[in-house]
Every structure is written in structure tokens, then in C-alpha cells.
């Protein structure tokens, strides 16, 4: 196996995975909610990478905090439930409708900072993308934005619709300048980032190396939103992805590339472990949930974050209601161990494997398992404690191993 492993800052002990991974699941690791016990995850650093300002953002909460309205849950700010002042959705998205007011105002790269901004706050209003009417218009609008701030960029930018079993799903579809054929990344994000956190990606990281980005989501979410994962088929809209891209005149066949981060890290595992037929340049697996996450005994759910959970159910075809024993019934069949992924042949798709050293909810041993399979594997572990690397290192760490990896 020719396997390369950079460990950031230490280096690890691997150990087989065992059965009592499981029973050690702790969501109260998962993520780390500041700035009191919200119910929406309170991050500063990530809504500003992506292009939302600080100062502005910083009174939204001041505003969603101080509010006098009725909460569903009295300890968390953000559970007002009525629609209008102090509710997340309202207060995040009206700040949404004012940068879209600013952007008409400005031009070049003022504009697309500010629609940037506008998308950013869009997306925060509609997350964990559940079945709300408010959360849903929330993210139309953050198309709608992003859409005018992806034709800013060098290229060519279009919105496609990939046909699966009959239904179609959206994707963005970014291209660098020039007839091509031009490589491409299919990629998702987990459950509750859409595809519009992801335009700083192609920007900065993908678009200067020539690279094209066909963006997309998991099942059960936006555009996406008529299919769900009840199959545990996480990857079936990235092979979907895949077979589309191979039909565009515009895009390299030879050098297509799959990435998933976080729940799209599962998507990722699959792709690479159950479709070689694909055929692909790379796979890039970051850290994804592979097993014991979703093995847990019912009760470990209640220890994770309500917004978490109520991303995943609603991907499963749950109401957010749903008791943790459902739950746990319905996750099961993520697991990639259903479909025998830790086994099989040899797989001699390159893959990079990107994670923290602690992850809650994706451990290394899993990782160490299902990379015995591959002939052509490197990996990445940042040393840090918590659920994925930040955004700016491992990206471009993954547009430097695809510009390695081109065929």
C-alpha cells in the first residue's frame, strides 16, 4: 500500500475499531457554542471567512439576545419562535435584505464583498435547513445572491439541474476562462452548510490553479430537499454529480475530483469505497462521520446539539420531534459498515484524508480502517481538538494535492 501520512504537530497511535467506540459517543464535544447556550452554533470566525462583518453580526445577536418575545426554550437567546423581532431567521435575513440593498450601490470588488456579506447572513438565517417555510425562503434568497456573486468571478458561471431517477436536483457550476476541458471538484458540505458557503473556496483556492468547482448538496436540504438519505445512499447526488459532469464538452473526464466535508465526508467514504467504477482523478474525504456516531445507544443523541440533531433528522426523513430512539433507529443504515466499506478489494483511487487529531464524531481508528483498503492514500491530521480543520488550511492544502494529483 503506498500510504503517506502528515500528522500536523504530533503523530498518532492507530487502533482497530472496536466495538466500544460506539458507547463512548459524546455530543456534548461536538461543537463549542459560545457566547451562552444558543441553540444555533455562534461562529464568529467561520460567518467571517465567509464574508459577513463582524460588527454587524455581533449586533444581530445583541438584538436576538435582548429581545422580549416568547422562547420555546427560556435558556437559549435564539428560540424565539414568532417571526418577526428577535427571531434568528428574521433578524439574520432582514440583515440580508440591507447588503443586498448596499450591494446596487457599489461596484467590483466592493460589490462582491457586499454579496458576499448579503449570501453569508442569508445562509446563517436558514440553517439547520428544516422544513421551515422562513428557513427556506431565507436560503432562496442566499442563491439568489450568490448566483450574482459567482458571475463577478473570472469564467463562467452557471445553476444546472442534474436529473436522478427521474427527479433533478441544482448545482453550481463554476469554470475557468477558456474553451477547456477544465478539471473539476464535485463537493458538498454536511448538514448544515448549503452550497453557498463555498464561493471563498473556488475563489481563492481552486480558480487561480485552473480547477472547476461543481458544488452541490447532501440529500434532504434545499434544491436538494426532494430526496433524503432513509437508503443511506449519502453519495447518490455526488455520483449523480459525477455522471452529469462527464457529458459537459467543457470539463476534463480524466481529471474529475469528489469532495465531502463533514456529513459530505460519509457521501465522500462511499464514493471512494463503493463506486471505483467511477473512475475518478481523487477523492478528498474530510472529516466525515463514518460508523460509531451513528451506532450510538439512543440516549448518547440527547447529548448533542439540538441544531446538530435536527439537521441530521430532517435529512432522514424525520420531524424535528422525533424522540432520540427514532433517531438512533433511522441513523443506523449510515454507517458505512452497512455497506461493507472497511472491507473488500483493494481500491486504487487516490484519496486524501483530512481531519483533526480528536474528533468526536469521526475517529481515526475508523479512518485508519477504511484507508487500509487504498493503494494511493495520504492523509492530513491537523493536531486540534474538535470537528474538522479550519476552512483556510485544508483548503488549500486539497487545491495543492489536485493540482498534484491532475492527470
Keep these: 500500500m503506498n500510504t503517506h501520512t502528515m500528522i500536523l504537530t504530533t503523530m498518532l497511535a492507530i487502533s482497530s475499531v472496536g466495538p466500544t467506540i460506539a458507547d463512548q459517543v459524546d455530543g456534548a464535544t461536538f461543537r463549542s457554542i459560545g457566547e451562552g447556550q444558543w441553540y444555533h452554533p455562534i461562529e464568529l470566525e467561520m460567518w467571517a471567512h465567509f464574508g459577513a462583518d463582524q460588527h454587524r453580526t455581533l449586533e444581530i445577536l445583541t438584538r436576538i439576545e435582548t429581545a422580549t418575545g416568547r422562547r420555546s426554550n427560556p435558556s437559549q437567546p435564539d428560540t424565539i419562535s414568532t417571526y418577526g423581532a428577535g427571531n434568528w431567521t428574521y433578524e439574520f435575513a432582514r440583515v440580508g435584505d440591507e447588503a443586498m440593498a448596499r450591494a446596487k450601490l457599489v461596484d467590483g470588488t466592493a460589490r462582491l464583498a457586499v454579496l458576499k456579506e448579503a449570501l453569508t447572513y442569508y445562509h446563517t438565517a436558514s440553517a439547520p435547513h428544516t422544513e421551515d417555510a422562513n428557513r427556506a425562503a431565507a436560503l432562496e434568497r442566499a442563491y439568489a445572491a450568490y448566483e450574482e456573486a459567482a458571475r ?3 469564467g463562467t458561471f452557471r445553476t444546472v439541474e442534474i436529473d436522478l431517477s427521474g427527479e433533478q436536483f441544482s448545482a453550481f457550476l463554476h469554470l475557468p476562462e477558456g474553451d477547456g476541458p477544465h478539471p473539476v471538484l464535485v463537493f458538498s458540505n454536511g448538514s448544515d452548510m448549503s452550497r453557498v458557503t463555498a464561493l471563498n473556496y473556488y475563489e481563492t483556492y481552486l480558480l487561480p490553479k485552473g480547477i472547476g468547482f461543481l458544488t452541490i448538496e447532501i440529500p434532504g436540504m434545499g434544491h436538494s430537499a426532494r430526496f433524503d438519505v432513509t437508503d443511506g445512499q449519502t453519495e447518490k447526488l455526488h455520483v449523480a454529480a459525477v455522471n452529469w459532469a462527464r457529458t459537459q464538452r467543457q470539463i476534463d473526464t480524466d481529471n474529475i475530483f469528489v469532495q465531502g466535508v463533514s456529513f459530505g465526508g460519509n457521501a465522500a467514504a462511499r464514493v471512494w469505497s463503493q463506486h471505483e467504477d467511477l473512475d475518478l482523478a481523487g477523492v478528498i474525504y474530510t472529516c466525515g ?26 435529512r ?19 454507517s458505512i459498515e452497512s455497506v461493507d466499506a472497511f472491507e473488500g478489494d483493494v481500491i486504487n483511487t487516490p484519496i486524501l484524508a483530512i481531519n483533526t487529531h480528536v474528533d468526536p464524531v469521526a475517529p481515526l481508528q475508523e479512518l485508519d480502517s477504511l484507508l487500509e483498503r487504498g493503494t494511493n492514500v495520504e492523509r492530513v491530521v491537523f493536531h486540534l481538538e474538535g470537528h474538522c480543520p479550519p476552512h483556510d488550511q485544508r483548503e488549500a492544502i486539497v487545491s495543492s494535492w489536485i493540482e498534484r494529483h491532475l492527470q
Design 316 to 334: 432522514l426523513g424525520l420531524p424535528t420531534e422525533s424522540t432520540s430512539a427514532e433517531f438512533a433507529s433511522r441513523a443506523r443504515i449510515l
Design 152 to 154: 463577478m468571478l473570472p
Design 289 to 314: 462521520p463514518l460508523h460509531s456516531v451513528f451506532m450510538a445507544p439512543a440516549e448518547a443523541y440527547d447529548t448533542f446539539p439540538e441544531f446538530t440533531i435536527d439537521g441530521v433528522k430532517t
